[in-house]
């Protein structure tokens, strides 16, 4: 899985490469993609999770439930054996924990878990925004990716996009089905800069709420104060151009869920094409003129007609 | 020399003299084949009115780690690239004035109008909030960073402009035939005066449309293959390039004149009547130029990318991959190198055909195979309800097809005589 991973990794490297050149050829990258035009994300809140720190007891599930007022589960957050299995966010839980066993037991022989919490990352140059026909994912200056359901048309990109799989579709709700994830308690809480229910509900302080200034000055400073406990890695920093959602890790990122992420942001690709090819209409002009052209160069003088009609007279020959 | 003096009576006309040679067929619409399609439609529609009732989970195996299935993968993506029949044609005919094509520009013209309106339809099958599918004209909604976006507004201006190219066959049908019923009677003369008018200045702009309807084509064609771009983590490196785009284009160009030939040649089939083998052998002739483009760059972007390595593999993903690439393009392309296949019948129709189940094996690759987010619970396979309502929605659109020529003049009128015959025998 590790190599495959890497070699899709490489793959993409080789891809930003052809990228680079196209679009050095045919615009200048920097007006291209969002996150240049964006302000820096400094000042904008996040979460740091400290997975160190997580001891799975699922009450930032259960606040996430209740403040989200989403349906209840089948059985109740005290029941643990949900951890066995691997679970995704979906349409009616918008962030769950899960289990990993990344290293071989202990001298006493002991398997020690490590607990990563998964939510939507709110990234800092988000594909969903990017992907959404009719702009119905926004990035708050805040920095939560909040959704608008009376914009959404449901054509469901935004999921096809999102490189963490976050984004789930009602797909049981036939007339207003939404699309749902975490939207960081913005309108509760993030917006006039409140904790949001996981972090507060965190019995073990394991999730920070602060800008994202703020919390990557901490991560630095625990990793700095705890070389032991910690891998020098803060995913989120610069994986996809950075997140707001940024966690901390006593083992390879690869082996408790993370992907192997290069920092350009998604929809640099996309976005950089699409601005060349629609730059001031002048392709599409260019090709309709070009085309144009053609139309009148290639009106067919008599002699001409005369020219292509024996051809197919040849060919009917050959036919018969 | 009687054709070189109409053309040069008539230089700016677009669809010159081949006006007066189509005729509508005219012969009954129901045939045992023809109920076939009715009965695949109607369970097709039942299906889609279960989505409509109970949602789209009730219909389809659709997860939240693969929002898109069947109906982008088929419906709409090989929906558009099956279209490309309409401006390909177009391109050679009209712009590049190939003349002895303009029989097959009406035939290609309605095919590309009724894919694309099935596209449409099938997006309303597949779009959540369904009601909502206008927003996306309106400036309000605009999202200029957005592929789909740019890929939604094409496919709406094309629609249009596929629409006013088909009205001077409307027209056509109805001057020096308008006869409205019963009290409207009186109005006949009036209405016959209008059309006139409105088809001269139909005339005279259609060229402009033209042009437009290649330009869109491109646009989108490509863009549709940029729709992938944004997911270079779900989609294997077999497909993911940032030539996506391009490639979408060429295999959608390529992809154009063959559709026409298999599309000719089931409908000789259906209304029995022989397929016109000299233009369609012609026009097959450009086949391995525009897909032998295609290859190369396809190939020469694997090699590039070093990502030939992926179909070592040999997983589900190589083996489709292998099968898109072997039987969709290299084996057709090598067939119609050779004239005597081009010349033959069989060997025409099978190529053909394995290039246009080569676009959709593709398309279906790229959005479908070939997309394997990592995180993915469980793996994805269309459910009943998915093929009945795309198979449904391709039956109706065959269905449409056999209603238009039969009421309207596309196909010419020594092959509609020869139809004619068949069915009076």
């Not at chain 1, 839980?93 to 939507?120: D, G, I, M, S």
């Not at chain 1, 140059?125 to 119905?136: E, L, T």
């Not at chain 2, 009715?38 to 939240?64: E, K, P, Q, S």
């Not at chain 2, 489709?320 to 033959?344: D, Q, T, Y």
Request: charged letters at 20%; glycine letters at 6%.
């Amino acid at each position: 899985m590790d190599s495959v991973d890497r070699r899709k990794f490489l793959g993409l490297v080789g891809n930003a490469g052809a990228v680079t050149l196209a679009s050095g050829l045919i615009a200048d990258r920097a007006d291209a993609s969002e996150s240049s035009k964006r302000e820096d994300n400094a000042h904008s809140f996040g979460c740091l999770v400290d997975t160190t720190q997580c001891v799975g007891c699922r009450s930032c599930e259960e606040a996430c439930n209740m403040v989200n007022e989403l349906p209840k589960p089948e059985t109740s957050f005290n029941d643990m054996t949900v951890l066995d299995e691997m679970r995704r966010p979906d349409a009616s839980a918008y962030t769950v924990v899960n289990r990993y066993y990344p290293n071989p037991p202990n001298v006493h022989n002991e398997l020690e878990p490590v607990f990563v919490k998964v939510q939507c990352m709110h990234c800092n140059d988000p594909a969903c925004v990017s992907a959404c026909i009719v702009g119905a994912m926004e990035k708050t200056k805040e920095g939560p990716i909040i959704y608008d359901p009376a914009k959404c048309i449901g054509c469901r990109y935004c999921m096809v996009a999102c490189p963490f799989q976050i984004p789930a579709y009602e797909y049981h709700n036939s007339l207003t089905p939404e699309v749902r994830k975490c939207n960081f308690c913005f309108e509760k809480y993030t917006s006039t800069g409140e904790w949001p229910a996981c972090a507060r509900a965190c019995p073990r302080e394991a999730i920070v709420f602060g800008t994202r200034e703020e919390l990557l000055v901490l991560a630095r400073k625990r990793i700095r104060k705890h070389p032991g406990r910690y891998v020098n890695k803060i995913f989120g920093e610069n994986e996809i151009g950075g997140t707001s959602w940024m966690y901390l890790a006593s083992t390879d990122f690869a082996k408790i869920g993370f992907e192997d992420m290069r920092c350009e942001p998604v929809p640099v690709l996309s976005e950089t094409l699409q601005h060349s090819v629609f730059k001031y209409f002048l392709p599409p002009l260019a090709l309709y003129a070009v085309l144009a052209v053609a139309m009148f160069l290639n009106k067919p003088t008599p002699d001409e007609e005369d020219e292509t009609e024996s051809q197919d007279a040849e060919v009917k020959n050959v036919h018969k | 020399m009687s054709i070189s003096s109409t053309i040069s009576e008539h230089p700016v006309d677009v669809h010159n003299n081949h006006e007066e040679e189509a005729v509508e067929v005219g012969v009954p619409f129901f045939t045992r084949g023809v109920w076939v399609l009715v009965a695949l439609a109607l369970i097709g529609f039942g299906f889609a009115m279960y989505r409509f009732l109970f949602g789209l989970g009730a219909v389809t195996n659709l997860t939240d780690q693969r929002g898109w299935g069947l109906w982008i993968g088929i419906d709409v993506a090989t929906g558009v690239a099956l279209a490309a029949g309409g401006f390909t044609t177009a391109a050679l005919a009209h712009i590049f004035h190939r003349h002895r094509y303009h029989v097959i520009t009406r035939p290609a013209l309605l095919t590309a109008l009724l894919g694309y309106t099935f596209v449409a339809i099938g997006l309303l099958v597949d779009l959540g909030r369904y009601y909502f599918i206008w927003h996306p004209i309106l400036p309000y909604y605009w999202q200029g960073n957005s592929v789909l976006f740019e890929v939604g507004i094409c496919v709406v201006f094309y629609l249009t402009v596929l629409y006013v190219e088909f009205l001077p066959i409307v027209f056509e049908r109805f001057i020096g035939r308008v006869n409205l019923p019963g009290a409207f009677a009186k109005m006949n003369a009036f209405a016959d005066w209008a059309l006139r008018k409105l088809s001269g200045a139909v005339d005279k702009v259609l060229w402009i449309f033209i042009i437009l309807g290649v330009v869109l084509s491109c646009l989108h064609q490509s863009s549709l293959g940029s729709l992938m771009l944004i997911a270079p983590t779900k989609l294997n490196p077999l497909w993911y390039s940032s030539l996506l785009p391009l490639l979408f284009l060429l295999s959608a160009i390529a992809t154009g004149f063959p559709m026409v030939v298999v599309e000719s040649m089931v409908a000789a089939r259906s209304f029995k009547f022989k397929p016109e083998m000299h233009i369609l052998s012609n026009l097959a002739r450009m086949t391995p130029v525009l897909l032998g483009i295609y290859l190369v760059i396809k190939v020469g972007d694997l090699i590039y990318r070093n990502a030939l390595v992926h179909v070592l593999k040999f997983d589900m993903a190589a083996w489709s991959f292998l099968g898109e690439m072997f039987i969709g393009v290299i084996i057709p392309f090598a067939l119609l190198c050779s004239k005597s296949v081009r010349k033959s019948h069989t060997g025409l129709f099978w190529a053909s055909f394995m290039i246009v189940f080569g676009v959709a094996w593709n398309r279906a690759n790229v959005f479908i195979v070939g997309f394997t987010p990592p995180f993915e619970t469980e793996t994805y396979f269309p459910a009943i309800g998915e093929f009945a309502v795309t198979i449904g929605l391709i039956s109706t659109l065959i269905l449409c097809y056999r209603f238009a020529v039969n009421n309207f003049p596309v196909f010419p009128r020594e092959i509609v005589e020869e139809a004619r015959a068949a069915v009076s025998k």
